[in-house]
């Protein structure tokens, strides 16, 4: 695949700055469970929590950071062979905010001049989006394009609070592969679960959707929906090591060894003016303190995006305000070095969650109010 055009496409739509400097990226996942596939009890894992690919990068090539400094300072016991999350912090995200160790993590990235980099995936609303992006494609209604946004997280917010009826429903109709003649009963029962269920939305929003459900009954086919593997949701997370390679495609990415990843990295090549690009490599954390540095701050960022997801306002609203003085510091070190480093470039972040989710990551971590 050529990379020139989707490149540019994607810089200049998203207004992505600074992304022909020369960088170093880091990375490290979490939360990666290699395939989503519907059973007829639900989804074959126990909990869908988000997948987070990030890590930490500076500019340049290489860098003079003294790595030993930090890691005497984190005081890590003499059997701890490589840094891991495990050995900083624990528990949920609350209670991490509460470790020393963390915090020393990210006061000595700022100080250093690193950044950070992460991409968020909710990977139940990556696999049901679909059916709203169907609709919305073939009714060519400006209003519903507009608010697609808004559109998707609220048909999210159903299928989530009611997963077992709706996953259900989703393997008898063989999603995201529904036959043909299945089409028409599955429209109607899109059309039940929406009115049935959009009570939890507010009138306006609750009337947008069950609007915009109804018009697929309208539609002769639901293009992204049909001609995939049946039950099938997600069958790697590989295409999404890709972007960066492109987006950055000056830059130099370090990933920790990942076998099935690097297979599938290897057999997709990415080009340019017909030359390969080979801008990547996998090592063994072992030997990068930089990677398990990138261990910790993945870890992090998926409890983080996990307390996100599941949160609800209220709750979240208590929760920011009886923050410890400890908490608040940490919580605040971690908004520091995420705006220093949109501040280089918006292309270190992406994210794939619902408009819920983003706004209640502005209110905890940024203060906006909800």
């Known amino acids: 695949m050529d990379i020139n055009e989707l490149r540019e496409t994607i810089i200049q739509h998203n207004g992505l700055q600074n992304t022909d400097e020369v960088y170093t990226f880091y990375y490290d996942e979490t939360n990666n469970i290699r395939k989503l596939y519907l059973k007829d009890s639900g989804f074959n894992v126990n909990k869908a929590d988000n997948f987070i690919l990030a890590g930490i990068l500076h500019k340049g090539l290489s860098t003079d950071s003294d790595y030993s ?68 494609s073939e009714s060519r209604n400006p209003f519903y394009s507009i608010n697609h946004m808004l559109l998707k997280s609220d048909f999210y917010e159903l299928a989530n609070s009611n997963s077992d009826i709706f996953l259900k429903a989703l393997h008898d109709f063989n999603y995201p592969d529904v036959p043909e003649e299945k089409a028409h009963e599955f429209c109607l029962w899109l059309i039940d679960f929406t009115c049935m269920h959009n009570c939890v939305l507010s009138d306006f929003r609750a009337s947008a959707l069950e609007k915009l459900v109804k018009e697929s009954l309208k539609i002769k086919e639901l293009p992204f929906i049909s001609g995939f593997h049946g039950r099938e949701l997600i069958d790697s997370f590989m295409v999404f090591y890709l972007r960066n390679l492109y987006i950055f495609k000056n830059s130099t990415h370090i990933f920790d060894e990942e076998k099935s990843i690097q297979d599938e990295v290897k057999k997709f090549s990415l080009t340019e003016n017909g030359m390969p690009i080979q801008n990547y490599e996998f090592v063994k954390s072992h030997n990068s303190e930089a990677v398990q540095l990138s261990d910790v701050i993945a870890g992090f960022l998926g409890k983080y995006f996990s307390y996100i997801k599941d949160v609800n306002d209220e709750q979240l609203q208590l929760d920011k305000a009886g923050l410890t003085s400890k908490q608040s510091m940490t919580l605040s070190a971690l908004k520091h070095i995420i705006d220093v480093s949109d501040d280089v470039s918006r292309g270190f972040f992406n994210v794939v969650s619902s408009e819920g989710e983003q706004r209640r990551n502005n209110r905890f971590l940024h203060g906006v109010k909800l």
């Open 69 to 136: 400094t930090l890691f005497q300072m984190l005081n890590l016991q003499k059997s701890a062979h490589e840094l891991k999350l495990k050995h900083i912090a624990k528990g949920g995200f609350l209670d991490m905010l509460k470790s020393d160790k963390i915090l020393i993590i990210l006061n000595w990235l700022i100080e250093n001049k690193f950044y950070i980099h992460y991409f968020n995936l909710n990977i139940t609303y990556w696999s049901i989006i679909d059916i709203v992006d169907s609709i919305i």
